[in-house]
């Protein structure tokens, strides 16, 4: 075998585990690639989707503030359809009321003087099927009260106090779900609104009919009610998402290129470069051959010249080059296998990084639908007082009420705020201890004050063991009694009503310890070691009575370290109960004689 194939064969064992092992992260890579693609389409796609949600809690919203108006809860049906009139907006939209016969009373579309046809024969089975279900209905695309329009309409029953029982319409132009849609980009990405049977709603893409059905491909997914990635035979994709609101489905439609472009790059180059590595490599291969051949051809001539003298085999080729040949190969072949393996622990740390940054995203959007739900929540009671405000005749002892509603509400949401300040504050390193020798009697005092009227409300029974002895520790005042509160708090909002709620102070040497103990919930066993972790909860209840945005107990072990502190959690499971125990180190009884005169607070344990 000839030299030139040796050197052939050397290059070939060289670059074969290379382009071996460099498959497998190249095809997770590209995949990886690809993933990420459908991802930001999926989040597209659910973010218009909330948006087009949206529209339909303002048109519920607005049906059930007219549904609470004083004019249809004493008769005065004239009176409601002027209102109903005023609150439908633009043309195209309309409000209807029906009697529980099916009968139409109100239509903003007709003369306010005018006769009203009989409806009972025809809406007979739409209102009794909304008086039986007691919740609004969405309706699918149907056809407007005015020419060539189409509409979409909410159903919703009014049960009044007097037994008196309405539905009530309210229908809009279709036209008005394009405010929920992006604009089109020159991607060529575009979104559109089907129905629960498939017609389009919406589309900000061009040629688009409203009224016309999906591609068959998306209509045979909504169908079958499957979301996700749909190829579509002209050529894109199409990620489809349901709502949850209406049940209707937003497609996301992009070019395929949008996907598989970046992979098909990823692949075009790495094969072009493998092919221009083992190119290279072919011409080094003839160059090096040659030299080879010439070195040795010199080296034959050099021994057939030494016949007439002493006879002298070289231990080794004689040739320099070759020596370097051998070397050189071996050393390339060492600097790829450490370029593989390099390459190998980038990619690692990169999908770690990946992972990492996911998990974080994935923690972000919990927490901001959750902060979204909070600071929702006391919205709807607030609107509804505002309204109430606004109505005419309102009684005081109705605005009483009401003010009473907004102010509760009002509360709720600057305790969410303050909270997160707090641990904002904690978190960045932002918040200055006054520290000074204080009394954990007084502390507790102060946190037991501020917490009692949660007590009472519940009837929960609260006992206090603190023997003889003072305790005394070097901190801030206002943090430590917000710390006790936070556990009060969570303590009593988490037991049920008539629960015993303790706190028991003891000293250990140089440690004071602080225990709050309760009888209530507990605390699952799969959430007990990151129970003090930012936005850590426990499962939710469906009336999210016991919500929170999963600060208190963080915000807690924050404060307590930063008193060079510690503190712990115990539960044995759920319904058996919770104990939190803070430790703190005591302060100099000295320092804290000379303390003793300034109070913490006035409060006294009872």
Same mark, same amino acid.
């Given at each position: 075998?000839?030299?030139?194939?040796?050197?052939?064969?050397?290059?070939?064992?060289?670059?074969?585990?290379?382009?071996?092992?460099?498959?497998? $992260?190249?095809? %997770?890579?590209? &995949?990886?690639? #690809?993933?990420?693609?459908? +991802? @930001?389409?999926?989040?597209? /796609?659910?973010?218009?989707?909330?948006?087009?949600?949206?529209?339909?809690?303002?048109?519920?919203?607005?049906?059930?503030?007219?549904?609470?108006?004083?004019?249809?809860?004493?008769?005065?049906?004239?009176?409601?359809?002027?209102?109903?009139?005023?609150?439908?907006?633009?043309?195209?939209?309309?409000?209807?009321?029906?009697?529980?016969?099916?009968?139409?009373?109100?239509?903003?579309?007709?003369?306010?003087?005018?006769?009203? $046809?009989?409806? %009972?024969?025809? &809406?007979?089975? #739409?209102?009794?099927?909304? +008086? @039986?279900?007691?919740?609004? /209905?969405?309706?699918?695309?149907?056809?407007?009260?005015?020419?060539?329009?189409?509409?979409?309409?909410?159903?919703?029953?009014?049960?009044?106090?007097?037994?008196?029982?309405?539905?009530?319409?309210?229908?809009?132009?279709?036209?008005?779900?394009?405010?929920?849609?992006?604009?089109?980009?020159?991607?060529?990405?575009?979104?559109?609104?089907?129905?629960?049977?498939?017609?389009?709603?919406?589309?900000?893409?061009?040629?688009?009919?409203?009224?016309?059905?999906?591609?068959?491909?998306?209509?045979?997914?909504?169908?079958?009610?499957?979301?996700?990635?749909?190829?579509?035979?002209?050529?894109?994709?199409?990620?489809?998402?349901?709502?949850?609101?209406?049940?209707?489905?937003?497609?996301?439609?992009?070019?395929?290129?949008?996907?598989?472009?970046?992979?098909?790059?990823?692949?075009?180059?790495?094969?072009?470069?493998?092919?221009?590595?083992?190119?290279?490599?072919?011409?080094?291969?003839?160059?090096?051959?040659?030299r080879v051949t010439k070195a040795i051809a010199r080296t034959g001539e050099a021994a057939r010249s030494m016949v007439a003298g002493p006879a002298r085999?070289?231990?080794?080729?004689?040739?320099?080059?070759?020596?370097?040949?051998?070397?050189?190969?071996?050393?390339?072949?060492?600097?790829?296998?450490?370029?593989?393996?390099?390459?190998?622990?980038?990619?690692?740390?990169?999908?770690?990084?990946?992972?990492?940054?996911?998990?974080?995203?994935?923690?972000?959007?919990?927490?901001?639908?959750?902060?979204?739900?909070?600071?929702?929540?006391?919205?709807?009671?607030?609107?509804?007082?505002?309204?109430?405000?606004?109505?005419?005749?309102?009684?005081?002892?109705?605005?009483?009420?009401?003010?009473?509603?907004?102010?509760?509400?009002?509360?709720?949401?600057?305790?969410?705020?303050?909270?997160?300040?707090?641990?904002?504050?904690?978190?960045?390193?932002?918040?200055?201890?006054?520290?000074?020798?204080?009394?954990?009697?007084?502390?507790?005092?102060?946190?037991?004050e501020q917490t009692m009227g949660s007590m009472h409300k519940s009837g929960h029974r609260f006992e206090t063991v603190c023997g003889e002895e003072e305790?005394?520790?070097?901190?801030?005042?206002?943090?430590?009694?917000?710390?006790?509160?936070?556990?009060?708090?969570?303590?009593?909002?988490?037991?049920?009503?008539?629960?015993?709620?303790?706190?028991?102070?003891?000293?250990?040497?140089?440690?004071?310890?602080?225990?709050?103990?309760?009888?209530?919930?507990?605390?699952?066993?799969?959430?007990?070691?990151?129970?003090?972790?930012?936005?850590?909860?426990?499962?939710?209840?469906?009336?999210?009575?016991?919500?929170?945005?999963?600060?208190?107990?963080?915000?807690?072990?924050?404060?307590?370290?930063?008193?060079?502190?510690?503190?712990?959690?115990?539960?044995?499971?759920?319904?058996?109960?919770?104990?939190?125990?803070?430790?703190?180190?005591?302060?100099?009884?000295?320092?804290?004689?000379?303390?003793?005169?300034?109070?913490?607070?006035?409060?006294?344990?009872?």
């Amino acid at each position: 075998m000839k030299i030139r194939s040796f050197l052939a064969m050397m290059i070939v064992a060289a670059l074969a585990p290379v382009i071996l092992f460099s498959t497998v $992260p190249l095809s %997770r890579l590209i &995949q990886a690639e #690809r993933d990420a693609a459908v +991802l @930001s389409m999926k989040l597209a /796609a659910r973010a218009t989707s909330i948006a087009v949600d949206s529209q339909w809690h303002q048109a519920i919203g607005l049906i059930r503030g007219l549904s609470s108006s004083n004019k249809l809860e004493s008769g005065q049906l004239a009176q409601f359809g002027i209102k109903a009139r005023t609150m439908a907006g633009s043309e195209g939209a309309y409000i209807e009321l029906f009697d529980d016969s099916g009968q139409l009373l109100v239509d903003t579309t007709l003369a306010p003087d005018g006769p009203l $046809p009989d409806t %009972r024969a025809r &809406q007979r089975a #739409r209102v009794d099927r909304m +008086l @039986s279900s007691s919740a609004y /209905a969405i309706s699918d695309l149907q056809p407007g009260k005015l020419p060539d329009s189409y509409v979409v309409q909410v159903d919703y029953p009014v049960f009044l106090d007097n037994g008196v029982r309405y539905v009530l319409g309210y229908g809009f132009d279709v036209d008005d779900l394009m405010r929920a849609l992006p604009a089109p980009d020159a991607d060529g990405t575009n979104f559109a609104v089907y129905d629960r049977n498939g017609r389009l709603l919406a589309s900000n893409g061009k040629h688009a009919a409203v009224g016309s059905f999906a591609p068959a491909p998306l209509l045979v997914a909504i169908r079958l009610r499957e979301s996700g990635l749909v190829s579509t035979p002209d050529g894109r994709y199409a990620m489809l998402t349901a709502s949850t609101v209406s049940g209707w489905w937003v497609a996301m439609s992009s070019p395929r290129a949008t996907i598989d472009g970046t992979a098909r790059r990823t692949v075009i180059y790495s094969v072009s470069g493998l092919i221009i590595a083992l190119l290279l490599a072919g011409a080094a291969a003839l160059l090096f051959s040659a030299r080879v051949t010439k070195a040795i051809a010199r080296t034959g001539e050099a021994a057939r010249s030494m016949v007439a003298g002493p006879a002298r085999l070289p231990l080794y080729s004689g040739i320099t080059e070759v020596d370097r040949l051998d070397q050189n190969v071996y050393l390339g072949a060492h600097l790829l296998a450490s370029a593989s393996a390099e390459r190998e622990r980038l990619l690692s740390e990169a999908q770690q990084a990946r992972e990492i940054a996911e998990g974080q995203n994935r923690s972000k959007d919990e927490f901001l639908a959750m902060l979204g739900h909070e600071l929702r929540n006391p919205m709807a009671p607030i609107s509804t007082a505002a309204h109430l405000l606004r109505m005419p005749n309102i009684s005081p002892e109705q605005m009483r009420q009401a003010g009473d509603i907004i102010s509760r509400q009002v509360d709720h949401m600057n305790h969410l705020v303050n909270d997160l300040l707090d641990v904002s504050r904690v978190t960045r390193g932002l918040i200055t201890l006054e520290k000074k020798p204080v009394s954990l009697r007084a502390i507790l005092a102060a946190a037991v004050e501020q917490t009692m009227g949660s007590m009472h409300k519940s009837g929960h029974r609260f006992e206090t063991v603190c023997g003889e002895e003072e305790y005394w520790v070097r901190g801030d005042a206002t943090r430590l009694i917000q710390v006790l509160t936070n556990l009060l708090v969570n303590a009593a909002k988490y037991s049920p009503p008539q629960s015993s709620i303790r706190v028991t102070l003891a000293r250990d040497g140089e440690r004071i310890s602080i225990e709050v103990s309760d009888d209530g919930n507990g605390i699952e066993p799969e959430l007990l070691p990151r129970i003090f972790e930012l936005f850590s909860q426990g499962r939710r209840t469906p009336d999210r009575a016991t919500g929170g945005l999963g600060l208190g107990l963080a915000l807690v072990r924050k404060l307590v370290e930063l008193h060079g502190g510690s503190v712990i959690a115990y539960s044995e499971g759920v319904g058996k109960g919770s104990r939190f125990t803070i430790e703190l180190p005591a302060a100099d009884m000295r320092a804290a004689d000379l303390a003793a005169d300034t109070p913490v607070a006035t409060a006294a344990i009872g």
